[in-house]
């Protein structure tokens, strides 16, 4: 699972940002409004201050979407890596001790960016989809893998990111507007997806809805925001478990 993730890692751009849609499929543009109108809208997500989940039990994120800071924590080994996504500065703690050597702070920073762009993607592609050098087309009506038919926009992307030759296939609930299943293409010539997931377990999180049930792929868990963390978060080894930390 993991090493199918990586392969979305770098279409994240470094900040969430909404943009006018790069194609003028009037009908795909609609579907993709609806979709983000449903899950509460871009001011309520904007509105988020920290975001916080378990991905599928291997790290915990904790994202300062004010300050664009992100701290991963691996579940299983003891690395943590809090990293600036505007810069090169952050910390990286190793077995319970800091690590300052430059070259290893420097490839753990970097690589702690590449994770949030992942492990975010996977939580709120919806929130992307008018993105800068996203290109969103209609493909019409498909059958889901729940049996729902189920309208379809495919997803690709114009000279952003490490991997612009992926597409997505992303099907929309007609009744409740929700995203309900994507297919992931490594290259957009390829005739069947590399996998497919469904996005299912739509829960309320202040004015947003989020999904973390990904069908066979796993659960993204222990889901939360806040409108205040105390600085600790972003700078000590050790922290509260994520539902004890202060709202």
Same mark, same amino acid.
């Given at each position: 699972?993991?090493?199918?993730?990586?392969?979305?890692?770098?279409?994240?751009?470094?900040?969430?940002?909404?943009?006018?849609?790069?194609?003028?499929?009037?009908?795909?543009?609609?579907?993709?409004?609806?979709?983000?109108?449903?899950?509460?809208?871009?001011?309520?997500?904007?509105?988020?201050?920290?975001?916080?989940?378990?991905?599928?039990?291997?790290?915990?994120?904790?994202?300062?979407?004010?300050?664009?800071? &992100?701290?991963?924590? *691996? +579940?299983?080994? #003891?690395?943590? /890596?809090?990293?600036?996504?505007?810069?090169?500065?952050?910390?990286? =703690?190793?077995?319970?001790?800091?690590?300052?050597?430059?070259?290893?702070?420097?490839?753990?920073?970097?690589?702690?960016?590449?994770?949030?762009?992942?492990?975010?993607?996977?939580?709120?592609?919806?929130?992307?989809?008018?993105?800068?050098? &996203?290109?969103?087309? *209609? +493909?019409?009506? #498909?059958?889901? /893998?729940?049996?729902?038919?189920?309208?379809?926009?495919?997803?690709? =992307?114009?000279?952003?990111?490490?991997?612009?030759?992926?597409?997505?296939?992303?099907?929309?609930?007609?009744?409740?507007?929700?995203?309900?299943?994507?297919?992931?293409?490594?290259?957009?010539?390829?005739?069947?997806?590399?996998?497919?997931?469904?996005?299912?377990? *739509?829960?309320?999180?202040?004015?947003?809805?989020?999904?973390?049930?990904?069908?066979?792929?796993?659960?993204?868990?222990?889901?939360?925001?806040?409108?205040?963390?105390?600085?600790?978060?972003?700078?000590?080894?050790?922290?509260?478990?994520?539902?004890?930390?202060?709202?």
């Amino acid at each position: 699972m993991l090493q199918k993730s990586l392969l979305i890692a770098c279409l994240l751009l470094m900040r969430v940002s909404y943009a006018q849609p790069e194609t003028q499929d009037t009908t795909a543009n609609r579907l993709a409004l609806q979709v983000i109108n449903a899950m509460g809208g871009t001011e309520a997500f904007d509105n988020i201050s920290y975001l916080g989940w378990n991905f599928f039990g291997s790290r915990q994120i904790i994202w300062d979407k004010v300050h664009h800071r &992100v701290r991963i924590d *691996y +579940l299983k080994k #003891k690395v943590t /890596i809090i990293t600036d996504l505007d810069s090169d500065s952050g910390k990286l =703690f190793m077995n319970d001790v800091e690590v300052t050597h430059p070259d290893s702070l420097a490839k753990y920073l970097y690589k702690g960016k590449v994770i949030w762009m992942n492990d975010s993607y996977w939580l709120i592609m919806p929130f992307k989809l008018f993105d800068t050098g &996203v290109m969103l087309k *209609y +493909l019409g009506v #498909k059958n889901s /893998i729940g049996s729902v038919d189920a309208h379809v926009i495919e997803m690709t =992307f114009n000279a952003v990111g490490a991997t612009p030759e992926n597409k997505y296939w992303i099907y929309i609930d007609p009744n409740t507007h929700f995203i309900i299943q994507w297919d992931f293409y490594n290259a957009y010539t390829d005739p069947v997806p590399e996998f497919t997931n469904t996005w299912g377990d *739509y829960q309320k999180f202040g004015n947003v809805s989020l999904s973390g049930d990904r069908g066979s792929e796993g659960v993204l868990s222990d889901i939360h925001t806040w409108d205040q963390l105390p600085e600790s978060v972003f700078n000590d080894l050790k922290i509260p478990p994520m539902h004890e930390l202060s709202k």
